[in-house]
């Protein structure tokens, strides 16, 4: 099983990213994903979970109406669109797969500062 983010970097508040994520190893299709967070000193942060393609999508309080979860399973590919990008966004963001084995990434790094 492997999980590769990209699409990180730094952006300035109000301003929009989208991250992807890369799965291999393991039939995409069937599992629900998820993005955590990390900021700087702090723990892992839940940030959205996506099942069944769009069939159940939830978002963490601080990040609804901003952030949007959605996949690609034909490509195995996970994504997060950050919009109105806030400093409190910033950290390390991870894919993660949660049923069954637990796996993650090795991140990509979010930074927003003007």
């Known amino acids: 099983v492997q999980l590769v983010e990209s699409g990180g970097g730094l952006v300035q508040p109000g301003g929009s990213l989208r991250l992807s994520c890369a799965a291999s190893?393991?039939?995409?299709?069937?599992?629900?994903m998820n993005w955590v967070r990390q900021a700087p000193g702090k723990g892992l942060e839940w940030v959205s979970h996506i099942c069944g393609g769009r069939a159940e999508i939830v978002y963490a309080d601080s990040v609804k109406g901003r952030f949007t979860i959605s996949r690609d399973n034909a490509k195995a590919t996970l994504y997060l669109q950050m919009n109105n990008l806030k400093p409190e966004d910033a950290g390390l963001y991870y894919c993660m797969r949660t049923s069954g084995a637990i796996y993650w990434g090795q991140g990509t790094q979010v930074t927003v500062s003007s």
């Open positions: 190893g393991f039939a995409f299709s069937s599992y629900c």
